[in-house]
């Protein structure tokens, strides 16, 4: 019973926290304060440089919930680059029958990595 009353106090201990979400990259991140998370290389910034994200989406107080056409006006998130990284290796293989052709490539797809300091 103990595990039922926990999953309840989570789940709204998560709807009381501020949440937006936010376009970076062609994506769309949920995002709340002090999560650290990767997204898209972000090669106009260097580690330490506080970074703000004005394409917000959607954002939630937990009292009220704002939804944009396509942007919420006025609201901002701010965050800090923490620095960069390389996603998983991917391999890709093309093979043609019945002609000896093969080929290998690599590729590992660059992030940066950001930590979400205030959703205002």
């Known amino acids: 019973m103990s595990s039922t009353t926990e999953t309840n106090s989570k789940t709204a201990e998560a709807t009381t926290n501020p949440f937006a979400v ?23 910034s ?10 917000v989406l959607l954002t939630d107080n937990g009292k009220a919930t704002k939804v944009g ?5 006025g609201t901002k998130v701010t965050a800090t680059h923490v620095g960069d990284k ?8 093309r093979f043609k029958a019945k002609s000896n052709r093969s080929r290998k490539v690599g590729h590992r ?8 300091e205030k959703i205002a």
């Not at 990259?25 to 106009?44: F, I, M, W």
């Not at 056409?69 to 006006?73: F, L, N, R």
């Open 69 to 73: 056409t396509p942007y919420v006006a």
């Open 46 to 55: 260097k580690e330490g440089d506080t970074l703000t994200f004005d394409k």
């Open 86 to 93: 390389k996603g998983k290796k991917l391999s890709i293989i």
């Open 22 to 44: 936010i376009e970076t990259g062609g994506k769309q991140y949920l995002v709340t304060e002090g999560d650290e998370l990767d997204v898209e290389l972000l090669s106009d």
């Open 109 to 116: 797809q660059p992030y940066t990595r950001i930590k979400i």
